[in-house]
């Protein structure tokens, strides 16, 4: 196996360190239809979806992490305009982020508060791979 070492990478216009890379693109990130059978619309180093119940998705890693401290992010958006909830993507718990995989509640609170199953949620990763 050869390895190849750069400090920065050039696309004729732009140029940037290769750390910039490395340590600062998102490691994993995905887009998903949750409402009827769940799909993954789109994805970076996500190889599956499980659909563990009304918003409430499990997500495996292609390439793990390193650790199990890493950020997760995301959003959703309901089938129409409705401004009065608030809606949160967020880890189910605390152990539920592991290095292989991470379980995605899709949270909503207002005049109600519940999980629910949306048509366009999306999450991404920041963190070291293995």
């Known amino acids: 196996m050869s390895t190849l070492e750069?400090?920065?990478?050039?696309?004729?216009t732009t140029?940037?360190?290769?750390?910039?890379?490395?340590?600062g693109?998102?490691?994993?990130?995905?887009?998903?239809k949750g409402d009827g059978t769940a799909?993954?619309?789109?994805?970076?180093?996500?190889?599956?979806?499980?659909?563990?119940g009304a918003?409430?998705?499990?997500?495996a890693y292609t390439s793990n992490f390193g650790s199990a401290n890493y950020t997760v992010a995301g959003s959703f958006a309901f089938s129409?305009?409705?401004?009065?909830y608030v809606y949160n993507v967020q880890p189910r718990e605390n152990s539920v982020v592991t290095?292989?995989?991470?379980?995605?509640?899709?949270?909503?609170?207002g005049a109600s508060t519940g999980l629910g199953d949306y048509p366009y949620a999306a999450f991404e990763t920041q963190g070291d791979l293995a």
Do not use: E, P, Q
Request: proline share 0%; hydrophobic share 35%.
């Open 39 to 52: 799909a993954i619309r789109d994805s970076h180093n996500v190889s599956s979806l499980t659909d563990n």
């Open 55 to 59: 918003g409430d998705y499990t997500f």
């Open 15 to 23: 140029t940037v360190a290769t750390t910039f890379i490395t340590n």
């Open 99 to 109: 290095t292989s995989s991470v379980r995605l509640l899709t949270v909503f609170s």
């Open 6 to 12: 750069v400090s920065n990478l050039n696309d004729g």
């Open 25 to 32: 693109s998102s490691k994993a990130w995905c887009c998903w």
């Open 80 to 84: 129409s305009a409705i401004t009065t």
